[in-house]
């Protein structure tokens, strides 16, 4: 069956009796132009054109083929139209982020979503794993991105796993931890530990997750720091002279006198997933939560 690029170099051939001029208009070759029509020809089982080698005229069925066609066309173009117009009309997808997941997963994953025809817009809210599940909650935003760990939330917030991340550990410089090609939980044990936390509580789900590993191995560290800002976290490593655990995507703390180092088999992974109203699911959401885990995928190959 033909496409309608087919139809369309069709009628600029029909509308300027001419391949040459037909592909200019097209900004397409003459040979394409020329190829395609000769394959609607083949479809029909008729010539659209009586060609000499001085001109091209269409023929009594290319005559006929331009009114309908021509129709065709005009409809596409007014569906194309009348489903911006739903498209644009409808609000963006509201969706929640710590900023330090902005730029190495949503960001890409939003852009993902773009090439993968996704009707709708998105906007995106910088906020903690802890607001913007409370945003979800309250239908101010659509969906909210975190750590997929056990957690005490409104009993309508539902969440769906998409990927998972490798955690890594980022170590100050001096430590001989350093150099190691990987670390443990148990070689890290005495090490002072740094992590994202305050009164709020904001980040306890992702903390639980980030020391599951050392809670298995009996070799929890015996010192621990919580800093409120992601902004602080690098300054306090070098200040404590310690390390601390990230997502791999999120690990990239930009400090000449930080290092990042990789687990030891097994590798300690954080579940990612988004939160959204179980009772109030829409057709969108649905949607975006399904190519996040395409994009999941696709990260993986």
């Not at 890290?188 to 994202?196: A, D, F, G, N, S």
């Not at 939160?275 to 949607?287: G, I, M, P, T």
Request: proline share 6%; net charge negative.
């Amino acid at each position: 069956m033909f496409c309608l690029e087919y139809l369309r170099d069709f009628l600029a051939v029909a509308d300027t009796l001419s391949y040459t001029e037909a592909a200019r208009r097209l900004y397409s070759s003459q040979a394409t132009v020329s190829r395609r029509v000769a394959a609607l020809e083949r479809e029909l089982g008729v010539p659209l054109f009586n060609r000499t080698t001085r001109e091209v005229q269409l023929s009594e069925a290319g005559a006929v083929a331009v009114k309908y066609f021509r129709q065709m066309d005009d409809c596409y173009k007014s569906a194309l139209e009348a489903i911006d117009a739903i498209r644009f009309a409808r609000p963006p997808l509201r969706l929640s982020c710590p900023d330090y997941w902005l730029d190495s997963y949503i960001e890409p994953l939003v852009l993902f979503a773009g090439q993968q025809a996704f009707d709708s817009g998105i906007q995106l809210e910088s906020n903690s794993p802890q607001r913007g599940i409370e945003l979800v909650g309250s239908g101010e935003c659509d969906l909210a991105f975190g750590a997929a760990v056990p957690t005490n939330v409104d009993r309508r917030i539902a969440m769906r796993p998409f990927a998972h991340e490798q955690v890594v550990a980022i170590i100050w410089k001096g430590s001989e931890l350093a150099c190691r090609d990987a670390v443990t939980p148990e070689v890290l044990k005495e090490v002072p530990l740094v992590l994202l936390g305050n009164k709020e509580r904001d980040y306890e789900r992702m903390n639980s997750a980030l020391l599951a590993p050392f809670v298995a191995a009996g070799c929890v560290p015996e010192e621990i720091t919580y800093v409120g800002q992601v902004e602080t976290l690098a300054m306090a490593l070098l200040e404590r002279r310690g390390f601390t655990l990230a997502p791999q995507s999120v690990g990239r703390l930009h400090r000449d006198y930080l290092v990042v180092v990789p687990f030891a088999e097994p590798e300690p992974q954080l579940p990612l997933c988004l939160y959204y109203r179980a009772d109030n699911l829409s057709e969108r959401v649905v949607k975006f939560m399904e190519l996040a885990e395409h994009f999941a995928d696709s990260r993986r190959l």
